[in-house]
């Protein structure tokens, strides 16, 4: 069994910036997929960013040059660094990870940007 903590999320202002994290512990095989995706209120859940345990990274082009996907395999952990916040950046942030075929997600938390 896989499990996820994200942490970070909260309230900011336009132009203004937040950290999330999200550490993964159980059984988690050396290759894999880490990403982050959002849920904005009435709309389907969305790719933000992947990266993956050898560091390649993917993002979303409505967050390229604002946010930065990283980790720490050590840690099993991902970051997602957010910068230049927009209210439609308003939305739960979910992290998961994949591999082997399985995809493990976390509980979301709640990312509001104020205009």
């Known amino acids: 069994q896989v499990q996820l903590v994200e942490s970070g999320g909260g309230l900011v202002q336009a132009g203004g910036s937040l950290r999330l994290s999200c550490a993964a512990s159980?059984?988690?095989?050396?290759?894999?997929?880490m990403g982050w995706y959002r849920q904005p209120p009435g709309k389907q859940r969305e790719l933000v960013a992947t990266?993956?345990?050898?560091?390649?990274?993917n993002y979303a082009d409505s967050v390229k040059g604002r946010f930065t996907i990283s980790r720490d395999n050590v840690k099993n952990t991902v970051y997602l660094q957010m910068n230049s916040l927009k209210p439609e950046d308003t939305a739960v942030y979910y992290c998961?990870?994949?591999?082997?075929?399985?995809?493990?997600w976390g509980q979301g938390t709640q990312v509001t940007v104020s205009s």
């Open positions: 159980g059984n988690i095989f050396s290759f894999n997929v």
């Open positions: 990266v993956t345990s050898s560091g390649s990274t």
């Open positions: 998961d990870i994949r591999f082997l075929a399985q995809v493990y």
